[in-house]
C-alpha cells in the first residue's frame, strides 16, 4: 500500500527477511526471553530467592528484545504489505499473535515509565502478558504448528462436548442438592454427637490443647446446599479428590442432625455415576473428539 514492489527500501526489507542471521538472531532473542521467564523469580525482594539476573539487566534484555521484534515486525510487514495484499503479513493468524505479543510488550513499556513513581498495579498487569512471549517459538516450529491447528479445528466438536459437560454438570448438581442438601452440616466440636444435632450443638468445649472454642453448625467446604456449591463440589469430584465429601455424605442423617459413619451408604450410587458419566465418558469424548481432528 505505501511501497510500490520494486521500492529499494521493500526489496531490503524482503533481502534481510530471507537471511538465516536475521531469523537466527530473532529466535535467540525468543530463547532468551523463555529463559528469562524461568529464571526470574516471582518477587524482586524475596530473600532466599535472589534473583539470577539483576533488575537492570533485565530491563536491558526486555529493551533489546523489545526492538529486535519490533525490527522484525516491520521488515515482514513491509515485505508482505500488512493487510491489503495478497499475503499480507496480518492474514496469518501466526502472525496476529507475534504483532500482540510485541504490542503487550510496548504497553508494558508506556505503563512502566507512566506509573513509575505511582500505583503500579496497571503496570504489573500488563506485565502479566510476558508469559505469551513463548508462543513465538509455536511459529516456528511445524510440528508445533500442526498440533496447534489440528486443535484449533477441534473447537467446533469440541464446543458440544463442553456444553454437554455443562448440562451433565447442572443435573448432577440438582440431584445432589434433592438428595444431600442441608444434610452435610455438622457440629465443629464433640459433645452433639447423633442422636443429638444442632439443638445440642451450642456452648463451647476445650480442645487437647486447652483452648477454648465456640461450637457452631455448619456444613464442611465440600457440601451441596446450592446449585454454585453442588457444582464446585461436582468439579472436585472430578479431580479425583472425591474421598472427604464420599466420606462425608454417606454418613448423613437428616436435617439439624449429627452424622452417623456409614448411615447413608447408598449415596456411593450417586457418586460413582457421577464419576463414569461426568468423568470417564465425557473425557473419552473429548480425547475422541480431539484424536479425529489429529486424523483430518
Known amino acids: 500500500f505505501l511501497f510500490d514492489p520494486d521500492n529499494s527500501f521493500r526489496l531490503v526489507c524482503i533481502y534481510v527477511g530471507r537471511t538465516e542471521m536475521f531469523q537466527t538472531l ?18 524482586d525482594d524475596l530473600n532466599d530467592n535472589p534473583p539470577f539476573f539483576s533488575p537492570a539487566t533485565v530491563l536491558l534484555i526486555d529493551v533489546v528484545s523489545t526492538f529486535v521484534f519490533s525490527l522484525e515486525f516491520v521488515i515482514y510487514a513491509v515485505s508482505l504489505g500488512l493487510l491489503q495484499t495478497r499475503y499480507a503479513y496480518l492474514k496469518s493468524g501466526w502472525n496476529v ?52 491447528d489440528a486443535l484449533i479445528g477441534t473447537l467446533a466438536p469440541v464446543l458440544y462436548v463442553v456444553v454437554f459437560s455443562i448440562v451433565t454438570f447442572i443435573i448432577f448438581a440438582l440431584i445432589g442438592m434433592g438428595l444431600m442438601g442441608g444434610k452435610m452440616h455438622k457440629c465443629s466440636g464433640p459433645g452433639a454427637e447423633y442422636p443429638g444435632g444442632k439443638i445440642e450443638c451450642s456452648g463451647t468445649w476445650v480442645s487437647d490443647t486447652g483452648l477454648l472454642y465456640a461450637r457452631s453448625w455448619a456444613p464442611p467446604f465440600h457440601n451441596f446446599d446450592s446449585t454454585a456449591e453442588s457444582i464446585t463440589t461436582l468439579y472436585r469430584i472430578s479431580t479425583e479428590k472425591y474421598v472427604a465429601v464420599l466420606r462425608d455424605a454417606m454418613d448423613i442423617t437428616d436435617y439439624h442432625q449429627s452424622p452417623l459413619e456409614g448411615n447413608s451408604e447408598y449415596l456411593f450410587v450417586f457418586f460413582l455415576s457421577y464419576l463414569v458419566i461426568g468423568g470417564l465418558f465425557v473425557m473419552n469424548l473429548f480425547v475422541g473428539f480431539i484424536v479425529d481432528g489429529f486424523n483430518a
Do not use: H
Not at 28 to 42: A, D, G, K, R
Not at 108 to 126: E, I, R
Open 26 to 43: 530473532v529466535l535467540v532473542f525468543i530463547l532468551i526471553n523463555c529463559l528469562l521467564m524461568y529464571v526470574q523469580p516471582p518477587y
Open 97 to 148: 499473535l507475534d504483532t500482540t505479543v510485541l504490542a503487550f510488550s510496548w504497553f508494558d513499556f508506556v505503563t512502566a515509565f507512566l506509573f513509575a513513581d505511582n500505583d503500579k498495579s496497571v503496570a504489573k498487569l500488563f506485565r502479566l502478558f510476558r508469559a505469551l512471549r513463548p508462543l513465538r517459538l509455536m511459529k516456528r516450529n511445524e510440528g508445533m504448528r500442526v498440533v496447534i
